[in-house]
RNA sequence: GCCUGAGUAGCUCAGUUGGUUAGAGCAGCUGUUUUGUAAACAGCAGGUCGCGGGUUCGAAUCCCCCCUCAGGCUCCA
C-alpha cells in the first residue's frame, strides 16, 4: 500500500489551529494517530493484514484487523517494539485528499476500506500516511509519530466488523495512551487498584457470595455475610417504600404460557425466556419479570380513579436467560430479584409519579453514597407501540419531571422500550464501566393488552397508565456496585460482622463475653475472637475482615470496666466506657454515616 | 452465542524440550505458647492437576470434544 506521495495539508491548518485545540481534543488526536501507528506496525510485522477501522476511544484507542491466523498476547511486545521505532523515527503524518476512484484502486485489497470508501456521500475521501502506511481517515492527526509520548497495548479481542454479530469477526488490539509516562503509569496504577476493589475478587475474600459449576452459571449463592447485607437493604427498601405509599406485595415464580403470550414476552422476549414445563397440560415458564403479577392483582376489582394512583412494589425474583458470554460476577446473572413496583395511575397523574420516584431514587442513591451517576432519559424507538402523540406526551412529561428536580439528564434518542419512553440512571463501577442502576419506564402496551383499566369521574372506562420501575436495579447488582464502591469497606450500619470483641489473653474471655453480650442486646452485631492467638493476628484478621470496631480489652480494660477502641482505619480511640462506645455504635447504625468519627 | 486466553489442595500460586510416590505459603486439624493493636512455634492432614476421549512405554505437560472463568464483541425488557 506504501510508495504514494501525499501533499501535506491538513497537518499544516492543524498546526495553525493548535492553539485553539483543548487539551482533551489534542489527547484524542494523539490517541488515533496512536492506532494509525500500531496499523502500521502490524502491517509491517503481517502485510497480509487487511484493516477495518482504528479510532480514539477513552484512554486510548484500538484497531481492527483481519488476519487469516489468530493473534496471541504474545505479538504484543512485537507489535510495540515496531510501534517505537516508528516513534523514534518521529515520521510526518501527511494527508490528501483523493476521488473515490483513485481510493478504491489504492485500496483494491482492502474490502473494509472499501466498503467504507462506498458509504462516504462526499466526491473526495481523504488520506493520511505516515511511512509505508495509509489509511482511509477524516484525520486529523498529530505532526509527526514522535508527538505519541506514552502508549501502552493492553489486549486483544474478537470485535463483529461494523458491530454486527452476523458478520466477519476481526481482531482488535486495544491500547491505552496518554499526554505523558506518568500519567500512563498512574492510569495502569489506577487500573490496579480497581481490580483491587472487584466485587468478585471482595466477593471471595469477604465471604460475601459465591456461584457454583454445579448449580450452573450465573445463579447465585448468598452467604451469611452476603445475605446479612442484602437482608439490610431489603428492610430498608421495604421500609422506605411503605413510608411513601407503596403496598408491597408477593407473586408466584411461575406462571402460565398463556400468561405471557398475552403479554407479548412470549412473542418479542422469546430468547430470553426459559423453556416452558408441562404442568397437568399446561405449559407454566419461570417468570422473566413482577409486572403479570402485579396486573392480575390490579384486575382482580373494578377500580375507581379515586383510588389511583395504586403502587405495587414486589422483591420479586426473576429468572431470565443470558447468553454464556455475558454473565458477570453479580453485576449479570441469571436469576436475581428486582426491587420492583408498577405504579398504576391516571394520565394527569403520571408526571406527580415520576417525580416521586425520582426522588425516591435519588434518596437511595445518596443514602448508598453514590454520587457517580448519569441520567438518561430514552425516547421513541422505530418500532413502537401506543400513538406517537402519546409518546410525545409521556416523553415530555419525564423530562418535566426530572427539570422538577432539577436534574442533569441527556437524551438517549431511539433507545426506549418499544412500550414507552424510559429514564435509565446509570452507575458506574470500579473499572469505570456503567451499569444500569435505576430504571422507570412508562408503557402502553401492558395495559392495552390486559384490559387495565379504572372507571374515570366520568362513570367510563379508561386504560390506566402504567409505570415500571426499579430504584435499586436488582439486588445482585446493586450490592455488587455496593461491594465495589466501598471497596468491602462498607460503612457500619451494612457491615457484616460490626464490632469484633478481641480479648488479649484467655482469661480475658470473660469479660469479652459480657461486652459482647451487652452489645448484642442493642442490636449490634459483634463477635468475639476467643482462640487462643495473639493479639496481632485477631487484629489482622478483623482487619482483612473490614471490621468497623475493635475492642481490645486486656488486665487495663478489666480493671477499669474500660474498652480500647480500633477502627479499621488503624485509628485509636482513646480508652472509654462501653456505654459511651453503645452510644457511638448505635447512632452510627442509625443514622447509616459512613466514615467512622 | 462469537474471538482470544486460562483452569494444579478451601485460598494464592510454583511445577513443559512428556520421565520416580505433583510442591510452597496461607487456611484446616493436633500439640506447645497466654500473648497489648496487621501473621508465635512444631507436627499432621489435604490433590482422579476442570470433565471425557486420544497420542505415547509413560501425560498436569501434546491433540480433540465439552464445562467453567477472564478480557473483549454482540446483547441487556
Known amino acids: 500500500m506504501g510508495g504514494c506521495h501525499l501533499i501535506d495539508v491538513r497537518t499544516i491548518a492543524m498546526i495553525l489551529n493548535q492553539d485553539h485545540t483543548t487539551d482533551d481534543k489534542k489527547l484524542e488526536i494523539t490517541r488515533h494517530s496512536g492506532a494509525h501507528v500500531m496499523a502500521e506496525a502490524v502491517q509491517s510485522i503481517f502485510p497480509d493484514a487487511k484493516f477495518g477501522i482504528g479510532p480514539a476511544i477513552e484512554n486510548g484507542f484500538y484497531y481492527d484487523f483481519g488476519l487469516p491466523h489468530p493473534l496471541t498476547p504474545d505479538d504484543l511486545p512485537l507489535i510495540e517494539t515496531k510501534m517505537n521505532e516508528i516513534i523514534a523515527a518521529n515520521v510526518p503524518f ?17 474490502p473494509y476500506k472499501l466498503e467504507l470508501i462506498d458509504e462516504i456521500p462526499d466526491e473526495k475521501v481523504s488520506l493520511y500516511q505516515q511511512g509505508s502506511f495509509v489509511d482511509l481517515c477524516r484525520g486529523p492527526h498529530v505532526r509527526s509519530t514522535g508527538e505519541i509520548k506514552a502508549f501502552k497495548l493492553v489486549s486483544i479481542a474478537g470485535a463483529y466488523w461494523r458491530g454486527d454479530e452476523h458478520r466477519l469477526m476481526l481482531q482488535r488490539i486495544y491500547g491505552v495512551a496518554f499526554e505523558t509516562k506518568k500519567a500512563l ?19 471471595k475474600e469477604l465471604d460475601l457470595f459465591s456461584i457454583h459449576d454445579e448449580a450452573g452459571p450465573g445463579l447465585v449463592h448468598w452467604h451469611p455475610k452476603g445475605a446479612i447485607i442484602r437482608r439490610l437493604i431489603e428492610d430498608f ?35 430470553y425466556l426459559y423453556s416452558p414445563m408441562e404442568v397437568e397440560g399446561q405449559e ?43 454473565l458477570h460476577g453479580l453485576s449479570r446473572v441469571r436469576g436475581f430479584t428486582q426491587d420492583d413496583a408498577h405504579i398504576f395511575c391516571r394520565f394527569d397523574q403520571l408526571e406527580d409519579e415520576v417525580v416521586g420516584v425520582l426522588d425516591l431514587a435519588r434518596f437511595m442513591m445518596n443514602t448508598f453514597g453514590f454520587t457517580n451517576y448519569q441520567v438518561l432519559l430514552a425516547t421513541r424507538p422505530e418500532k413502537y407501540a401506543g400513538s406517537a402523540e402519546v409518546w410525545e406526551e409521556a416523553t415530555e412529561i419525564l423530562g418535566r419531571a426530572l427539570a422538577r428536580l432539577n436534574i442533569n439528564y441527556n437524551i438517549d434518542p431511539g ?36 384490559d387495565v383499566t379504572y372507571i374515570g369521574e366520568d362513570g367510563k372506562e379508561h386504560l390506566v397508565a402504567m409505570v415500571h420501575r426499579t430504584v435499586l436495579g436488582s439486588m445482585e447488582r446493586f450490592v455488587a456496585s455496593l461491594i465495589e464502591h466501598y ?21 480475658h474471655l470473660d469479660y469479652a463475653y459480657k461486652l459482647e453480650s451487652q452489645l448484642r442486646s442493642k442490636g449490634v452485631r459483634v ?7 495473639r493479639l496481632n493476628l485477631k487484629i489482622r484478621q478483623a482487619q482483612l475482615d473490614k471490621v468497623p470496631y475493635m475492642l481490645v480489652v486486656g488486665d487495663k480494660e478489666v480493671a477499669n470496666s474500660t474498652i480500647s477502641v480500633r477502627l479499621r482505619s488503624e485509628e485509636q480511640l482513646p480508652s472509654q466506657s462501653l456505654d459511651d462506645f453503645k452510644e ?10 459512613t466514615d467512622l468519627k
Open 584 to 593: 457511638t455504635v448505635t447512632m452510627a447504625i442509625a443514622d447509616k454515616i
Open 94 to 110: 501527511a494527508s490528501q485528499e483523493v476521488t473515490k476512484e483513485e481510493a478504491r484502486r489504492l485500496f483494491a485489497s482492502q
Open 487 to 507: 471497596g468491602g469497606v462498607f460503612p457500619v450500619w451494612l457491615a457484616p460482622l460490626q464490632v469484633m470483641v478481641i480479648p488479649v489473653a484467655d482469661r
Open 284 to 326: 407454566y415458564i419461570i417468570k422473566p419479570m413482577n409486572c403479570l403479577g402485579h396486573i392480575l392483582i390490579y384486575k382482580t376489582k373494578v377500580r375507581s380513579y379515586r383510588e389511583l394512583p395504586l403502587r405495587y412494589a414486589e422483591l420479586g425474583t426473576v429468572y431470565r436467560y443470558e447468553r454464556s458470554g455475558v
Open 237 to 271: 427498601w421495604r421500609d422506605e417504600h411503605i413510608k411513601r405509599g407503596y403496598d408491597i406485595v408477593y407473586t408466584p415464580h411461575i406462571a402460565k404460557l398463556d400468561l405471557w403470550k398475552t403479554s407479548g414476552h412470549w412473542e418479542f422476549y422469546h430468547d
Open 415 to 450: 433507545e426506549g422500550v418499544f412500550y414507552g419512553p424510559k429514564i435509565d440512571i446509570k452507575l458506574e463501577n470500579a473499572l469505570g464501566r456503567a451499569w444500569q442502576g435505576p430504571t422507570i419506564q412508562v408503557d402502553f402496551n401492558l395495559p392495552q393488552r390486559f
Open 185 to 203: 503509569a498512574e492510569y495502569l496504577k489506577r487500573l490496579e487498584e480497581a481490580a483491587k476493589r472487584d466485587h468478585r475478587k471482595l466477593g
Open 527 to 533: 463477635g468475639v475472637d476467643a482462640r487462643s492467638e
